[in-house]
């Protein structure tokens, strides 16, 4: 038996008197895809790919009725990979829940990471945001370790998210900036949903000192078209690296997108999204379009066909992001992707 998965299942039995007290559930999904890539270049191939396969258990206490705790322990499960990388620990915390608000410790996604859900049309499959907004050492959409995050109450479709990391206290003995700052406000409303965020990392977290605001916008024109917006500016400093490294990272992203549900069951959607960064040539350009279909209210299918346009300079995919199917691209080449995907939630 593969070790870490040993570890998770003495782990999880060592557990099970304390999730005896709690309201505890099993959950999971199972998200495998068929993929024809093509970099543009030298590399055209079909692939296997598992994206941000999962498998999770949470459950929750009450103390009293104006105090709740609660807990999540969820891993990543690669389908079709058997190797060291085919086990990771994701959105992993505990924490408390009141009038007040939540608090919860941790390992899990960022404030500034969520805020892209109201535009995220293709989220983990060929042609996911992140392929541009999540782009080399100045890349924000992270799961930071080492994190406390408060969460405000509910204001009439409104909260706030404010959440702090400390990712290393010393390098060689010495007090060291490595901390995180990530925040957003949220609000989800019948027609309207949005999120507005601010991440600042500091010089010491390993990839140098970086700045990033984001807005993903979602509005329903009817019943059966939703349009979406996103924007993302990134200001990148280190000086461990040149200016012109430093132009490569800091850019402006923009996106504008649509789902049009052609039946109860199925949707037809499409998206654009623009890298403009601020070094000459480094611009791409991706275009994405799919189908899903809702088996039910566990099961669906779909397919995608996506394109990066990159400038001379600049190797982006639309592949890259929560797949193990990712093969690097080719500077100045158009990157394609046609998708055949299966996922079941449980």
């Not at 570890?7 to 999730?19: D, E, L, T």
């Amino acid at each position: 038996m593969n070790k870490k998965l040993l570890a998770i299942v003495v782990g999880a039995a060592a557990a099970m008197p304390v999730m005896a007290m709690a309201d505890v559930s099993i959950y999971g999904r199972a998200h495998v895809s068929v993929d024809y890539l093509d970099d543009g270049a030298d590399y055209s191939e079909t692939n296997l790919s598992s994206n941000s396969s999962r498998l999770g258990f949470k459950g929750d206490h009450e103390i009293n009725p104006n105090l709740k705790a609660f807990f999540q322990i969820e891993q990543q499960i690669d389908f079709g990979t058997d190797n060291d990388n085919s086990f990771s620990t994701r959105d992993t915390f505990v924490g408390l829940s009141g009038n007040f608000g939540s608090a919860r410790m941790g390992r899990f996604d960022s404030p500034f990471k969520a805020a892209r859900g109201p535009a995220n049309l293709f989220g983990d499959q060929v042609g996911d945001m992140r392929n541009l907004t999540r782009v080399g050492n100045a890349r924000f959409d992270e799961r930071y370790d080492n994190t406390i995050e408060y969460t405000t109450p509910n204001f009439s479709g409104f909260n706030a998210k404010l959440g702090y990391s400390v990712h290393e206290d010393t390098v060689a003995g010495e007090d060291v900036d490595s901390d995180t700052l990530s925040m957003s406000l949220n609000y989800a409303g019948s027609v309207i949903e949005a999120a507005l965020a601010y991440e600042q990392a500091e010089e010491d977290t390993g990839r140098g000192e970086r700045d990033g605001i984001r807005f993903a916008g979602a509005y329903k024109i009817t019943d059966a078209i939703k349009a979406v917006a996103f924007y993302q500016t990134i200001d990148y400093t280190n000086d461990a690296v040149t200016p012109a490294v430093r132009d490569q990272l800091t850019a402006d992203t923009f996106g504008l997108g649509a789902e049009l549900k052609v039946a109860s069951n199925t949707a037809i959607k499409g998206m654009w999204m623009t890298r403009d960064a601020d070094a000459d040539n480094f611009d791409s350009d991706m275009w994405v379009i799919g189908v899903e279909h809702k088996l039910d209210k566990a099961v669906r299918v779909y397919a995608n066909y996506a394109m990066v346009d990159n400038d001379s300079n600049a190797a982006l995919t639309p592949w890259s992001q929560a797949r193990t199917a990712n093969p690097s691209g080719a500077a100045g080449e158009d990157a394609t992707g046609l998708s055949v995907g299966l996922r079941y939630d449980f």
